[in-house]
């Protein structure tokens, strides 16, 4: 092979790498209010990943979500999301950060007031989707995948936990997000209802081709469904090497 030839596939190997990478900090801090929470953040995650994020309570896993989402500045370093620059995001760029982005919070958030399929049109709306018709069509794919369209009409205060848990993951998806970002998605359910919300958190992800990162406290869940786990210890970012690393998509043929 010529050298300008091994040149050329080094640098399409290098774009792949790239454009596989969802998530790149280096040399990252997060600040809380000028408080120093987590230094020296450089860590990667691909776009078919399952990534757990675990540290003690108060360690800094929701501000580093927050950091991702657009909530919370990058206090230093280097970082990109969904191929949008951290420490050049401006505010006016952070809805459409988010139109890339599922984010599936513990305590659901949907809006009460409103009907299930209400909720997912103003979600919709309020990310640019302005043709009704598409939008009811989206509707309806996202509660069929997660089981729930025949809920369509009902509001939250209807529904048990783990139903509203799963109408915040159909929410996620409406924009096909690149990734998921999980806080303590299990943190207001039963095991039982958990050990569902995870199987069809993982069963979506691959449907839709989006990588996950997932905040928990919950290690029966990491065990049970293993992935890569990182850990916020002593106000830094760690890569946990002890656990399993293999697919949980073809570990469970999902
Ligand atoms: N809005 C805020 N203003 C000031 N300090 C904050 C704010 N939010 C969080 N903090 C502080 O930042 C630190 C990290 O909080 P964070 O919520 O990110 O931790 P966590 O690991 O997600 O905790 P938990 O597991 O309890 O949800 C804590 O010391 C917390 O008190």
Redo the contacts with the bound molecule.
Sequence with gaps: MLLSELDNLFAILQKRRRVEQIIRIQNGKIF??NNL?IRDINFEIKGDELVYLI?K???????LLKVLYGELPLGEGSGEVVGFDLPSLKKKQIPLLRRKLGIVFQDFQLLTDRTVGENLLFVMGATGWSDKRLMEKRATEVLQLVGLETKINVKPHALSGGEQQRISIARSLLNKPELILAD?PTGNLDPETSEEIMQLLIAVAKEEKSAVFM?T?DMTIVEKFPGRVVR?EDGQLKEINTLNRFNPFETFGI
């Design positions: 809380q209010n929470i540290g309570t108060g360690s800094g896993k929701s501000s303590e905040a406290h916020v």
